[in-house]
């Protein structure tokens, strides 16, 4: 439809590599969009961001970067306080995922929206995958398949996204983020590797297999590899696997099938072109060049924050909701991997 | 498939042609002889059936799916030996048609739709299905229908460059995706009784001669039938006028039970006296034979 509005103004809090790689680029060229204030804990790290995409307003506060704003767009670590502000002021929202990792606080905040007649937008990109829409389109009904994710990209390309002399933000950095209470320590570790780098693929999954559930997840001693079971509701398995793996090294595949096909996503590196993701199923063999994910979830956001977005839809943050629901189940289930001793390893061998 | 397994007739075209009319007008006439599926709507689809997918390319998938699952269910209903005629309120050429006609970003590329109608949804589809296309120009489609939404939900059905696409794709597109040649009746200047005549000819040549003359003898129904008030609750617990749309139908007699046609959906009041959404994908053994 033509636009018959100005565009969204919005606030950016956070100003790290998904702002300087992915957000900030976007946003700044659409003509939907006018970022017209932005903030970041390194007021240094804020100039050089407004500098590069000319962004009027530098803010020094929650209060300050939401003024005039329609919407708040949260890219910094922990999402939280500044999604409850944003939503108390009454602007809209987007949130990098995940909202929280503490499902009945997203859940709270979900409701704080809705109550209060506001979006909250929550970056779960996958779901506007061209390639992952072609593939539940070759296997609606999978009776079975893998979600796999082993990154040793993320922390080199999220680096190469920054200006000279400013380092990554890392977790450590952050305020503490509540998690769930009764959750051991393995099984908080487990919930930040589903949330934190599992996110898409729960997201894949639970668009291919809704009624999914947690089986079983166990994760290793030192937190960096996670495998997990879920069973779908005609008794379907699916295993999820998030691993460490060394530098330069990355796979995030999905491969669904059921008796007549099987369709496999390998999706593009981090912070490249989606166009380099790989679909192979085996009735049209190996296609490429699919649209990017992430421009057209802000034409979906664009499309809800004017009322074309059909309203029956589920939003965002109803899927946020279930892929943080099923996360928190696994992490609940994780058993912890023992250590290996000599002698264990003397049995096994 | 047995020989006397019911036939589908489907009916089709873009928003505003008077598919949930014509429906108000044959179910009262053919009774309980036939079964019937309404248009679908993600709204009221609940469970494992209801929508996770937040983008509009996942709102087509939904809707194939749907058109699947419903594929799957006229082939199991139509050797019911109760059931007659299955009809349908649409298939999967009003999901193809909305991939065909958008110009959304996000939506479902039309090949790909394309695909999973012929992969499939085609070879779940029963033996016989007749397909009526009612096609409606733009203006008598907006002029049908008062013009405004009534509903912000509703508003993309009244841009007249999308409704123009639709008409273009049920013309030129639609009969190569149909299973048998289809019926296409241009509405515009029809009146409801020709259109009639023309579907009850198509089932009398199909061999539901009885049916045919059920047709030709019904009686025009109320323009703006009342809600039943024992449907009132259902109506309401489901999402009221923004979910269902305005009662389309008197409740009828249907099996023993009662039945309220809405534009966007059906109520329905069981043997003991429970209301609930007319659904034959919920596999109710009082409503599925």
């Not at chain 1, 398949?145 to 993320?154: C, E, F, M, R, T």
């Not at chain 1, 809704?210 to 030192?222: E, H, L, N, Q, Y």
């Not at chain 2, 039309?110 to 733009?138: E, K, N, W």
Request: aromatic share 6%; charged share 20%; hydrophobic share 45%.
């Amino acid at each position: 439809m033509t636009r018959t509005h100005r565009p969204w103004r919005l606030a950016v809090a956070g100003c790290g590599a998904a702002a300087f790689g992915l957000h900030l680029p976007h946003l700044t060229s659409n003509p939907a969009f006018d970022v017209v204030a932005l903030t970041d804990r390194d007021p240094a790290r804020a100039r050089a961001a407004a500098q590069r995409f000319t962004v009027p307003h530098i803010a020094a506060s929650t209060p300050e970067v939401l003024e005039g704003a329609d919407m708040l767009v949260v890219l910094t670590g922990v999402h939280e306080e500044l999604i409850d502000a944003a939503l108390s002021a009454g602007a809209h929202v987007f949130t990098e995922k995940p909202v929280s990792l503490d499902l009945a606080r997203s859940r709270a905040l979900v409701e704080q929206a809705r109550t209060a007649g506001l979006l909250l937008e929550v970056g779960g990109m996958r779901a506007h995958d061209p390639a992952l829409h072609a593939a539940l389109a070759a296997v609606p009904e999978p009776a079975g398949g893998w979600l796999v994710k082993a990154d040793g990209l993320d922390e080199t390309a999220r680096q190469r996204l920054l200006p000279d002399g400013f380092a990554l933000y890392t977790f450590a950095d952050d305020p503490p983020q509540p998690v769930p209470p009764g959750l051991e320590g393995h099984q908080v570790a487990a919930l930040q590797i589903l949330l934190w780098q599992g996110y898409h693929l729960l997201t894949a999954l639970v668009l291919a297999a809704a009624g999914a559930a947690p089986a079983a997840c166990v994760v290793d001693p030192v937190g960096q590899w996670l495998h997990a079971t879920l069973r779908g509701p005609a008794g379907q398995l699916f295993t999820l696997i998030i691993g460490a793996t060394p530098a330069g090294v990355f796979h995030e595949q999905i491969h669904l099938a059921d008796a007549v096909e099987a369709a496999t996503v390998d999706f593009a590196r981090p912070y490249e072109t989606a166009a380099a993701t790989r679909l192979t199923t085996s009735a049209d063999g190996e296609r490429s060049g699919f649209g990017d994910p992430f421009a057209a979830m802000w034409a979906a956001i664009d499309e809800r924050l004017s009322a074309q977005h059909p309203a029956d839809l589920p939003t965002s943050a109803d899927l946020a909701l279930r892929v943080e629901e099923l996360a928190l189940g696994l992490a609940t289930m994780t058993t912890f991997c023992p250590t290996h001793t000599k002698d264990t390893d003397h049995v096994r061998n | 498939m047995s020989g006397t397994d019911a036939p589908v007739l489907v009916l089709d075209g873009p928003p505003g042609a008077g598919k949930t009319s014509l429906l108000a007008r044959i179910l009262p006439a053919l009774g309980d002889g036939c079964l019937w599926f309404t248009e679908p709507n993600a709204r009221l689809a609940a469970g494992l059936r209801a929508p996770v997918h937040p983008s509009p390319a996942g709102h087509s998938l939904w809707f194939l799916r749907h058109e699947l699952d419903k594929a799957r269910a006229m082939t199991a209903l139509s050797s019911d030996p109760a059931t007659e005629l299955l009809i349908s309120d649409r298939n999967h050429l009003g999901a193809l048609a909305y991939c065909w006609a958008t110009r959304a970003e996000d939506s479902l590329p039309y090949h790909t739709a394309v695909d999973f109608y012929t992969r499939r949804i085609a070879p779940a589809l029963p033996a016989q299905v007749m397909t009526v296309i009612l096609l409606v120009s733009p203006g008598q489609s907006l002029n049908r229908r008062g013009n405004v939404a009534e509903r912000p939900r509703w508003q993309q059905w009244f841009d007249e460059r999308l409704l123009e696409r639709l008409r273009t794709f049920y013309t030129d597109v639609a009969p190569t995706l149909c299973p048998s040649p289809p019926l296409i009746i241009d509405t515009d200047g029809a009146s409801p009784d020709t259109v009639l005549a023309q579907v009850a000819a198509l089932l009398s040549g199909a061999g539901l001669s009885d049916s045919a003359e059920c047709l030709l003898t019904s009686t025009t129904p109320a323009t703006r039938p009342r809600l039943a008030s024992h449907f009132a609750d259902a109506y309401e617990a489901l999402g009221g006028l923004e979910a269902l749309g305005h009662p389309f139908s008197e409740p009828l007699d249907h099996r023993g039970t009662t039945v309220q046609l809405c534009q966007l959906g059906a109520l329905h009041r069981d043997l003991s006296g429970q209301t609930r959404l007319w659904d034959l994908l919920a596999d109710d053994p009082t409503r599925a034979a």
